[in-house]
T-cell receptor
Framework: QQPVQSPQAVILREGEDAVINCSSS?????VHWYRQKHGEAPVFLMI?????EQKGHDKISASFNEKKQQSSLYLTASQLSYSGTYFC?????????????FGSGTQLTVLP | NAGVMQNPRHLVRRRGQEARLRCSPM?????VYWYRQLPEEGLKFMVY????????ESGMPKERFSAEFPKEGPSILRIQQVVRGDSAAYFC????????????FGQGTRLTVV
């Protein structure tokens, strides 16, 4: 079943923060975050495993709340280069870690 | 180290023709995945292959679609007798193994059926 992403779209000014959520009705094994710019390939951001871990690099981090079956992606002090569509992909077990089910995406626009 | 290579980038086919999409995984990657993306939508899993084996084709339409990953050469996604509804971007991804290693995507092939 497809995870639900929210919001569908968000517009920010450079330097502002944003949070993108990814929720599932099923117990998740892992959540994979990607960013895709128009006409380009999705670019891998990070993987989170069940267990409630949090990861991050640069000013982008994410958490996985196992109780809520929800992952959140945090973009801090956003830059123009952060613009794009963010997708979460979910796996229900380690065996399905590559046959991901993706959400519909959150379109992020960062304005100068 | 070249990334995942897909060709062609753009493909136009008339209804009823065949479409062949190619994907060369990253060096050292033996796992290939095909996804389809309709405009303004997310990626939909189609098929997962290892060398010479189809591991999971649960996302593939039962008719007209087939995929292979031969011992030598690229992975091929083949669509026979294309219809307008097949128009989409088809992405290939590869990974070194299963488990929690990242998958790298190619630039995609944009198929337009006229």
């Amino acid at each position: 079943q497809q995870p639900v992403q929210s919001p569908q779209a968000v517009i920010l000014r450079e330097g502002e923060d944003a949070v993108i959520n990814c929720s599932s009705s099923k117990a998740l094994y892992s959540v994979h975050w990607y960013r895709q710019k128009h006409g380009e390939a999705p670019v891998f951001l990070m993987i989170l495993l069940k267990g409630g871990e949090q990861k991050g690099h640069d000013k982008i981090s994410a958490s996985f709340n196992e109780k809520k079956q929800q992952s959140s992606l945090y973009l801090t002090a956003s830059q123009l280069s952060y613009s794009g569509t963010y997708f979460c992909g979910t796996a229900l077990s380690s065996g399905s870690a590559r046959q991901l089910t993706f959400g519909s995406g959150t379109q992020l626009t960062v304005l100068p | 180290n070249a990334g995942v290579m897909q060709n062609p980038r753009h493909l136009v086919r008339r209804r009823g023709q065949e479409a062949r999409l190619r994907c060369s995984p990253m060096k050292g990657h033996s796992h290939v995945y095909w996804y389809r993306q309709l405009p303004e939508e997310g990626l939909k899993f189609m098929v997962y292959l290892q060398k010479e084996n189809i591991i999971d084709e649960s996302g593939m339409p039962k008719e007209r679609f087939s995929a292979e990953f031969p011992k030598e050469g690229p992975s091929i996604l083949r669509i026979q007798q294309v219809v307008r509804g097949d128009s989409a971007a088809y992405f290939c991804a590869s990974s070194r193994g299963v488990g929690n290693t990242e998958a790298f995507f190619g630039q995609g092939t944009r198929l337009t059926v006229v």
